[in-house]
């Protein structure tokens, strides 16, 4: 079976300041990897995913995340939080040989940027 | 711009009733899914479906059953609404084997 553990509840940061979202994963085989992100009241926003390849991926509105094989890790990162970040993020894991393509979320971990 | 759409934002239902949830999608993706989102136990797959009139059980698949008569209609239904099934509901689509899904915006769903 595959999981998703965000250990932290909620990441309070200042704007302006460096922003880390954690996410370790459980899966047999290969993962596939996401994170989302969520604005109240809404539905889920991709922002970026690991397949293969290069271990720092891009994506959206200047977030990175760093896939780390060894410590089965996929922390989401931007280098300057904007208020504007705030919001609901999850990671999500899927196991490369599944045939249905069905993601594993984590719990989520709120991110609040201050002024 | 490709789209899921959920029928209805908010809802309030009375326990007992039989309640509809409806999502539509315009990206011809065979694959639909269900989830629930809970504070606390992020997102939980309840049932998806690979192709009309298929369907297979997710995490949590109690108090609930699906619908999948047309390619891009993926309904929800809770045979007989109960309070403990107050929660966000979250539709997603996507392709075979897909590296990723589309989420439509949610229905927010009070049960009293």
């Known amino acids: 079976a595959q999981s998703v553990a965000q250990p932290e509840d909620q990441v309070n940061v200042a704007e302006g300041n460096p922003l880390t979202v954690k996410c370790t994963y459980s899966?047999?085989?290969?993962?596939?990897l996401f994170w989302y992100v969520q604005y109240p009241n809404r539905g889920l926003q991709f922002l970026l995913k690991?397949?293969?390849?290069?271990?720092l991926v891009k994506g959206s509105y200047g977030f990175e995340a760093e896939f780390n094989k060894s410590q089965t890790s996929f922390h989401l990162k931007k280098p300057s939080a904007l208020v504007s970040d705030s919001a609901l993020y999850f990671c999500?894991?899927?196991?490369?040989?599944?045939?249905?393509?069905?993601?594993?979320f984590g719990a989520g971990t709120q991110v609040v940027v201050t002024p | 711009d490709v789209k899921v759409t959920q029928s209805s934002r908010y809802l309030v239902k009375r326990t007992g009733e039989k309640v509809f949830l409806e999502c539509v999608q315009d990206?011809?993706?065979?694959?639909m899914f269900w989830y629930r989102q809970d504070p606390g136990l992020g997102l939980r797959l309840i049932y998806f479906?690979?192709?009309?009139?298929?369907?297979e059980k997710g995490d949590i698949p109690e108090g609930y059953s699906v619908s999948r008569e047309k390619k891009e209609r993926f309904s929800l239904i809770l045979e007989s609404a109960s309070t403990n099934q107050t929660s966000m509901y979250l539709c997603?689509?996507?392709?075979?084997?897909?590296?990723?899904?589309?989420f439509g915006s949610g229905t927010r769903l009070t049960v009293v």
């Open positions: 999500a894991v899927r196991a490369s040989t599944d045939s249905w393509g069905k993601l594993q």
């Open positions: 690991y397949i293969t390849g290069d271990n």
């Open positions: 479906s690979y192709d009309v009139k298929m369907k």
């Open positions: 990206m011809d993706h065979e694959n």
């Open positions: 997603a689509s996507s392709i075979p084997r897909g590296n990723g899904y589309t």
């Open positions: 899966v047999s085989g290969n993962p596939y």
